[in-house]
Nanobody, 125 residues
């Protein structure tokens, strides 16, 4: 059974940084696109960033470009999201997700199959 577990969330002041981690168990992540989404109460899950199984291709939401960086360590079965220059509007529960093997790193949540339980990120002003 594939399980994704996020960690690294917390409370940070505006302008600060956090690094989220997502570790997968039950399957090696090599060959699978991985992504981060976020959600606030009453809103739909929002795409944040994705990384291809080739590593060389990444995709970011306009709202986080230049501030967030996605990376992966296949040997550690872990995907990271480095978040810098955080803003109060980045406050959300952040979810990690994996898609079908060898597919493109897309932005639609419906394209992702496995999800973590989420980690809360709160940015104070």
């Amino acid at each position: 059974q594939v399980q994704l577990v996020e960690s690294g969330g917390g409370l940070v002041q505006a302008g600060g940084s956090l690094r989220l981690s997502c570790t997968t168990s039950g399957r090696a992540i090599g060959g699978y696109p991985m992504a981060w989404f976020r959600q606030t109460p009453g809103k739909e899950r929002e795409f944040v960033s994705a990384i291809s199984w080739r590593i060389s291709s990444t995709n970011y939401a306009d709202s986080v470009k230049g501030r967030f960086t996605i990376s992966r360590d296949n040997a550690e079965n872990t995907v990271y999201l480095q978040m810098n220059s955080l803003k109060p509007e980045d406050t959300a529960v952040y979810y990690c997700a994996s898609s079908r093997a060898y597919s493109d790193p897309e932005s639609q949540a419906s394209r992702y199959i496995n999800w973590g339980q989420g980690t809360q990120v709160t940015v104070s002003s």
